[in-house]
């Protein structure tokens, strides 16, 4: 039972109305998600990951295609045979109870003891670390505690899976951050598969053990957070996940297990590939900011730098109409350090660049 995959998705599809106002939320869509795993679904709004949570809780039926839970058809099951809970944006709290009474209720329906469930409402609140707040009504509390009585609620059945449907971003950002780290913790506490849907790449790189970036009802890559950021697989991931350059380059040759190539301005690179293109095909090169090294030299002019704190972003020139983002860490003062209209040279590290074909 544990070497199978929590959740599959196979082919699944779902189109919503008919004729003109058809929509293909999710196409064709395969993925597996492994037993323990925190798996983020990303992408931009109207991409289908909540259409995904939707299928894979039984609030919605797929089109066509199936999905397992632990190796077993639930197409058929309606929601809440389904060994699944789910967190939404919106707490969904009942205002009128308690803290514990929040956590209770599903507990009652479901028949335990009361002891059991007075048990069972002190073990959650503890997990989620509002043990002290249990006789509070939700309007008593800040939004982020709230969001962790929602989390108790849904752990306190013990689901084998937990959707977590843009559960943080009706927090502000210092409280977002803190309970991203809470948030991972907790699965890693619990052990339950947590599927976490969001449009936020920097949640989703700190907290996913792997994730499927989705655009248009497909996947476009599935990977864990490193070979996502890293090595993307097309120019759309490259875009939507941190900020890249895209250069236009000629491939030159075969260097190893990298392409020699020369981007329009003339800038040379050895990069890693993306599929197979061929010598003397265009490709695109995707060159993150912080990966580009600037000296004293020639060949680049500085156009523009503006302060970031942590970082300095220089805006480069290269030949006539090449423009270039580089970024360089603010270690000490004193550090190196370039001047508007200064000429600069450039280079980035072997494999750093990622040559694309679309
Ligand atoms: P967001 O981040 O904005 O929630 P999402 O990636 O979760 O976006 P979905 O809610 O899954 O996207 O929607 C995918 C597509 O399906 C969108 O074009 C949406 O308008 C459409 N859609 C979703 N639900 C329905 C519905 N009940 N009826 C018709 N179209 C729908």
């Known amino acids: 039972m544990s070497d199978e995959n929590a959740i599959e998705a196979m082919g ?40 995904l949570l939707r299928l894979v809780a039984g609030f919605e039926m797929p089109t066509s295609g199936d999905i ?24 969904a709290l009942f205002p009128h109870m308690t803290v514990a009474d929040n956590v209770a209720f599903g507990l009652e329906m479901r028949g335990l003891s009361k002891g059991e469930t007075a048990s069972t409402v002190e073990e959650m609140l ?3 670390q509002l043990g002290h707040l249990a006789a509070r009504r939700p309007t008593q509390l800040s939004g982020g505690q709230q969001q962790r009585v929602a989390l108790a609620r849904a752990l306190a059945n013990h689901p084998q899976v937990l959707l977590l449907d843009e559960p943080l971003s009706a927090l502000d ?7 991203r780290s809470e948030l991972k913790a907790l699965q890693q506490r619990t052990g339950i598969t947590f599927v976490f849907v969001t449009h936020d790449q920097e949640e989703a790189l700190t907290m996913s053990d792997r994730i499927a970036v989705m655009s248009h009802g497909e996947v476009q890559q599935l990977g864990v957070p490193t070979d996502i950021y890293e ?5 759309f991931v490259a875009d939507f996940i941190g900020d890249t350059n895209f250069v236009m380059a000629e491939v030159l040759g075969r260097d190893g297990d990298h392409l020699r190539c020369r981007s329009d301005g003339g800038l040379e690179v050895l990069a890693s590939a993306a599929g ?3 010598v003397g095909e265009r490709v695109t090169l995707a060159i993150r900011p912080e990966k580009i090294r600037l000296a004293a030299g020639s060949g680049a002019e500085v156009t523009e730098i503006t302060y970031l704190g942590t970082d300095t972003s220089y805006q480069l020139r290269l030949g006539q109409d090449l423009a270039l983002d580089a970024r360089v860490q603010n270690r000490m003062q004193g550090d190196e350090h370039f001047e508007p209209g200064q000429p600069v040279s450039i280079s980035v590290p072997d494999g750093a660049a990622r040559a694309l074909l679309d």
């Open 126 to 128: 503890n997990l989620v």
């Open 173 to 179: 950002l210092k409280l977002r951050q803190g309970m």
């Open 68 to 91: 397992l839970l632990n190796g077993r058809s639930v197409v058929d099951l309606p929601p809440n045979q389904r060994p699944v809970n789910t967190v939404f944006q919106s707490y």
């Open 276 to 278: 197979d293109p061929k």
């Open 231 to 235: 090595t993307p697989m097309n120019r």
């Open 12 to 51: 699944l599809t779902k189109v919503f109305g008919s004729g003109p106002d058809q929509v293909t939320a999710l196409d064709r869509v395969s993925l597996q998600i492994r037993q323990n795993e925190f798996f983020t679904l990303l992408g931009p709004s109207g991409c289908g990951k909540t259409t």
